[in-house]
């Protein structure tokens, strides 16, 4: 595309010698699949506002200072809250002294059992109903202080409120908790045994279990011609966002409401939690996402600081106060991905694909949320974009003494496409064939769609692709790498010492979770400005943008005339909340049925206005006008004084140009993409050099082209970021020894290595919009696609199954192989 319309972190790119340099390549229009409903224009309409990159309306005021953050947030009389948290992995709670801290002016310090809210058990989130391969589902939930016994370094114990953050964590300092430590339980198939202590009391630690089978497996491996094993194991991470989580919680006795301010990505979620805590109606309660420095997933549950700043400002009196610490994020917000796998693929001689079976084992931590949802996740991912007549997978969820987890950005995915991409390149080294060969043979082809692959998503309904050319990502993704030149390369370069790898990974990613769906309001007011409300909160996907887009090609409207507002739980009647990649189909599709819908009635009073029939009017940039006359004109504004008295309108829902309607797909979409790295590995310090990376993405038709490209390069990083050290670690005792930055390095912008990208879009036909997810897909192939590179730089001699390859790590792995001295 023209530089002049690269997002900014490619122009910068060329001022500084070790950023990164991004080209995207757009040649390629929407492929397949209707136009959408309601849409006269075809996508190619120059006039459309879909699929342009106009400037982001939240920019200008981010840019400048003057976003509204939850620290932003000080409501008067306001006190602050601070936790004392549990310095033990497992252990019983002897005896808990705050009388130093309960001398102090204006301190209050809160045990579990001081207030009935603070011992009950927080309400534990369950699988999906329509989930078939649930076979167990044990809640394990937990409470907001802790009481009797703590289960993770770092799990709440005493609360202390003050006037202002400093002073609370003085006294917070001066409390005293006596422990009785207990072994730690922290590793997971370990915990499986009967002879493991119970991190729960009386109760196992298998707490999920989910099955899928598909085929003979038996027949399939009895009759295979070679079978490959794999072990890979992806290690435990957190998502790291810019902002920590925070609440602010203000009640007024006098109408007995409360207002919370809170970064989460679930308000109306949250807002339900908060009322059955204080025994108050929903109604009462308003939650209000400010803008918010990125989610992830992380901040979609419901933690104990979530019901504990409520349940103090509506026993104090007084607004509460709480900001999370980088520390505290670290030990107490929900981690993610950490499973083993047991893996098997059964081939021909020739290559193809069999069966696959596998068994994973998933460390959700003390408690978890969404305890089979991950394990799900990964079996439904497992075969990918390749035909698979046999398939077997069992998942294990299984607690620990760690931080609990939850769904992060993936949730699952990145899992999946670690075990059965590196499985196809072992099968590719053991049979002398190229690793793009290998998946060439075993991909859907797109003649094949829609592919059902037997699969049953969490919604109950049998899985199928919804189009799409696998075979076409793979060829250009190659083209884009020059996957041929490097393999010519390769040679010459090792002859000289130098170890050239090149690693490949295909994915599919489900999107647009149901959860059933989600409304949109649209209203025109008597100026021509136009509001649009949903339910759902952002933080950083460019809600504001991309929704006045389809705001303004579905009614008419300027774009500059449009304003939209979420996050906040007074706005439309439900949101089910932001993750899981759904907000676009799911968000997207009631905004433009709600804008078509207030169009059909701006177009009923226009056409009194210009003396024509309604289907004659056409509504553009805010005007109405007559098809073929555009001088024939009225303003939108205009229209919209006239809609407020005119009663033909009330056979279409009411006089006045505004409409609220409520969207479902009938089932997930899947995208899908390949990636490509050319990798260094100096073979002296074990370090791995990205040369150049290479992204084939399709989520159908493209809203905001810009913002869908910040989506794939942020991804990618965050996949980056477990190759280059990310990892939580924890020690036999349990103690986490990862909690500052300083142990738990993320990718800087120096980090990121050459990107080249390239978009197909084929629409897909189950939504009008004709989009699908993007939000998760690119952060789980650049650890498969990277682990693969090293690998190959080797000649596939080398036992990679861990994702994480820092120095220290390949120069062991190649000390292993003999590749370096011991």
């Excluded at 459309?48 to 939240?58: F, N």
């Excluded at 308000?267 to 009322?275: C, D, F, G, K, V």
């Excluded at 393999?487 to 010459?492: G, H, P, S, T």
């Excluded at 142990?743 to 879009?761: G, N, T």
């Amino acid at each position: 595309m023209p530089r002049s319309t690269w997002p900014p972190y490619a122009k910068f790119a060329s001022c500084r010698a070790r950023s990164s340099a991004i080209s995207s390549a757009r040649s390629r229009p929407i492929a397949s699949g209707p136009a959408p409903a309601g849409h006269p224009e075809t996508a190619e309409d120059p006039l459309a506002v879909i699929g342009q990159s106009p400037r982001r309306k939240e920019d200008q005021r981010l840019i400048t200072g003057r976003g509204r953050f939850i620290d932003d947030i000080a409501p008067s009389g306001v006190v602050h809250l601070a936790l004392v948290r549990s310095t033990h992995a497992r252990a019983r709670i002897v005896a808990v002294d705050a009388t130093a801290a309960r001398t102090l002016p204006d301190v209050s310090v809160f045990l579990a059992d001081d207030l009935p809210g603070l011992a009950d058990p927080l309400s534990a989130s369950r699988a999906d109903r329509t989930n078939p391969y649930v076979r167990l589902d044990t809640p394990r939930p937990q409470r907001p202080l802790a009481r009797s016994e703590v289960r993770y370094v770092g799990e709440p114990v005493v609360a202390v409120i003050a006037p202002d953050p400093y002073r609370a964590a003085d006294a917070a300092e001066l409390i005293r908790v006596e422990y009785e430590a207990w072994p730690a339980v922290v590793d997971a198939e370990a915990a499986m045994s009967a002879a493991s202590p119970s991190v729960h009391e009386g109760a196992s630690n298998v707490v999920g279990q989910v099955v899928k089978v598909i085929g003979d497996v038996e027949r399939a491996f009895a009759e295979a011609d070679l079978i490959v094993e794999d072990h890979p194991t992806h290690g435990r991470v957190t998502s790291m966002a810019i902002e920590t989580r925070g609440l602010c919680a203000a009640f007024d006795p006098a109408v007995g409401t409360m207002t919370v301010w809170a970064a989460h990505q679930a308000p109306y979620h949250l807002r339900s939690a908060i009322a059955a805590r204080l025994g108050l109606p929903a109604e009462s309660i308003r939650v209000i996402a400010p803008d918010t420095g990125g989610g992830f997933g992380p901040k979609e549950g419901i933690y104990p600081e979530d019901v504990l700043v409520p349940l103090l400002a509506h026993r104090l009196g007084r607004p509460v106060k709480w900001i999370q610490t980088r520390t505290e994020f670290l030990s107490s917000s929900h981690q993610a991905r950490q499973q083993t796998h047991h893996a098997r693929l059964a081939a021909t001689r020739d290559g193809r694909i069999l069966g696959l079976d596998v068994r994973l084992v998933k460390d959700v931590g003390a408690y978890h949320y969404f305890s089979v949802h991950e394990p799900t996740n990964t079996i439904n991912h497992l075969p990918s974009q390749y035909k698979v007549p046999a398939f077997r997978a069992e998942g294990f969820s299984v607690v620990t003494n760690k931080t609990p987890s939850a769904p992060y950005r993936g949730a699952g995915r990145p899992e999946a496409i670690l075990v059965v991409e590196r499985l196809l390149d072992r099968l590719a080294a053991r049979l002398g064939l190229d690793p793009a060969e290998v998946r060439a043979r075993n991909q859907i082809a797109p003649q094949e769609m829609p592919y059902r692959p037997g699969l049953v998503y969490r919604d109950g309904i049998a899985v199928s692709y919804d189009g799409g050319d696998y075979p076409l990502e793979l060829r250009r993704t190659l083209d884009l790498l020059d996957y041929a030149g490097w393999r010519k390369r390769q040679a010459d370069l090792r002859a000289k010492g130098r170890r050239i790898g090149l690693g490949i990974a295909g994915y599919l990613e489900a999107g647009g979770s149901v959860r059933p769906g989600e409304w949109a309001t649209v209203k025109v007011d008597e100026r021509g400005h136009v509001e649009v409300l949903i339910g759902v909160s952002g933080s950083g996907q460019g809600h504001e943008t991309v929704f006045a887009q389809v705001c303004a090609e579905y009614l008419g409207a300027a774009f500059d005339d449009i304003r939209v507002r979420g996050g906040d739980t007074t706005l439309v009647p439900y949101g089910y909340g932001t993750g899981a990649s759904r907000v676009a189909v799911n968000t997207g599709n009631a905004v433009a049925v709600a804008a078509t819908e207030v169009k059909v009635k701006a177009c009923r009073v226009a056409a009194g206005l210009l003396e024509c029939a309604a289907d004659d009017v056409r509504i553009e940039d805010g005007r109405a006008f007559v098809v073929g006359a555009p001088g024939r004109a009225v303003p939108l504004a205009q229209v919209a004084r006239l809609a407020l008295s005119d009663r033909g309108l009330v056979e279409l829902g009411g006089p006045g140009l505004w409409a609220t309607r409520f969207y479902a797909p009938p089932t997930v979409t899947w995208s899908s993409g390949v990636h490509a790295a050319v990798v260094e590995v100096d073979v002296e310090t074990g370090r791995v050099t990205i040369i150049r990376y290479a992204i084939v993405h399709d989520c159908g038709r493209q809203l905001h082209p810009v913002i869908v490209d910040g989506q794939i390069v942020g991804g990618f990083a965050q996949g980056l970021g477990v190759v280059l050290g990310e990892h939580v670690v924890h020690d036999d005792s349990g103690q986490l020894l990862t909690n500052t930055l300083m142990d738990y390095p993320i990718p800087r912008a120096d980090d990121m290595p050459p990107l080249v990208m390239e978009h197909l879009q084929f629409a897909t036909d189950h939504n009008p919009l004709g989009v699908r997810g993007v939000g998760e897909g690119a952060t789980g192939p650049p650890t498969a696609a990277i682990a693969n590179a090293v690998a190959d730089a080797f000649e596939g001699r080398l036992d990679v199954t861990d994702p994480i390859l820092t120095p220290h790590r390949v120069y062991a792995l190649l000390r292993e192989a003999g590749f370096a001295p011991d």
